[in-house]
């Protein structure tokens, strides 16, 4: 059995403003700096046995921050990098609106059917981390992963291990800095523990944010 610890990463200036960050390499604000801090003392006395990361700088210091704690160096994955939005990157989400009325409608009612402007859909970026998670089940068999991703990354991979299509996109809710747990045993996975952000002091955020 593999066992994954799956983050996303701590709150970035521009998830504060509402804006679309996808493949922008954003920093994390010097609130998501404290809540990546608290992530790695939850997960301090935690076996851990590899530590894994989206290239992008926000998931990776993230990762890091618990990855100290148990001597261990994070390696990169592109492959688990969050979704490009294209044209909609660095734009905030009411400008957004206003220039693709019908689009920005349709991502938030059905994600499945959007293909971003000069970027990826959800089935790319469903394709690449399925890819991914499939791998690393298949090369770390019982071992404890951590996993520092993305918003739209984590949802989509979510959906796709408990067999829900892309339409599901928006059930699955993934605050900053949140821990999941994912398991597979002989090819079955299952969720122990999902957008848990009890290390950071609250049980539900209450936070909707705008972009991812």
């Keep these: 059995m593999i066992r994954i610890i799956l983050l996303r990463h701590g709150e970035t200036t521009w998830n504060i403003e509402g804006r679309y ?18 992530a790695a003392l939850a997960l ?15 998931s990776y210091e ?13 390696e990169k994955d592109s492959r688990i990098t969050e ?61 404890t992963i951590l996993v520092a991703a993305h918003d739209a990354v984590n949802k989509a991979i979510i959906c796709d291990l408990l067999g829900l299509d892309m339409s599901h996109f928006w059930q699955i809710k993934q605050d900053n800095c949140c821990i999941n747990v994912l398991e597979c045993d002989k090819g079955i996975w299952r969720i122990v523990s999902l957008n848990n952000t009890a290390h950071l002091g609250y049980l539900v955020s209450g936070i909707e944010q705008k972009g991812l």
């Design 44 to 58: 301090k006395d935690v076996p851990i046995d590899r530590a894994i990361s989206s290239p992008l700088f926000r």
């Design 62 to 74: 993230t990762c890091r921050m618990a990855a100290d704690y148990h001597g261990l160096t994070v």
């Design 83 to 143: 979704i490009s939005h294209g044209k909609w990157e660095g734009i905030h989400a009411d400008e957004i609106e206003a220039r693709y009325p019908t689009e920005f409608h349709l991502w938030h009612t059905h994600p499945e059917q959007v293909q971003m402007p000069e970027g990826e859909n959800l089935e790319d970026v469903r394709k690449r981390c399925r890819e991914a998670f499939d791998e690393y089940a298949e090369k770390y068999d019982g071992e």
């Design 21 to 38: 960050q996808g493949q922008e390499d954003t920093p994390l604000s010097p609130r998501g700096l404290e809540q990546g801090k608290k």
